[in-house]
């Protein structure tokens, strides 16, 4: 091997070093707290669907047992953790330590 070669191939790879750290602070000035938002956004979501479909789990029913179990299937794997995070009791601190 010729030695501009691996000259060559040191700064191709000290260049996409760059490249990609240049990418991940210009994804953190821009994106990182849309994105953060959009999951809390979709986890409340989340919620109000299992609560609606699967309230009658906590003592809220709200639509008829057909519907429930056919859904049931899908929603198995996610349930308890569900119920855990519904009946877990929250204050402000809990709150607030959210939003950080």
């Given amino acids: 091997m010729a030695p501009w070669?691996?000259?060559?191939?040191?700064?191709?790879?000290?260049?996409?070093?760059?490249?990609?750290?240049?990418?991940?602070?210009?994804?953190?000035?821009?994106?990182?707290?849309?994105?953060?938002?959009?999951?809390?956004?979709?986890?409340?979501?989340?919620?109000?669907f299992m609560l609606s479909i699967f309230g009658d789990t906590i003592g809220l029913p709200i639509l008829p047992p057909y519907y429930t179990l056919r859904l049931l299937p899908y929603v198995v794997p996610s349930l308890s953790r569900w119920k855990r995070s519904l009946l877990r009791e929250r204050d402000l601190t809990d709150l607030a330590s959210h939003d950080l």
């Fill in 5 to 48: 070669t691996t000259w060559c191939d040191a700064v191709g790879r000290r260049l996409n070093r760059w490249e990609k750290i240049l990418r991940q602070i210009l994804y953190g000035f821009t994106a990182h707290e849309m994105f953060m938002e959009l999951r809390k956004e979709r986890e409340s979501f989340h919620r109000l």
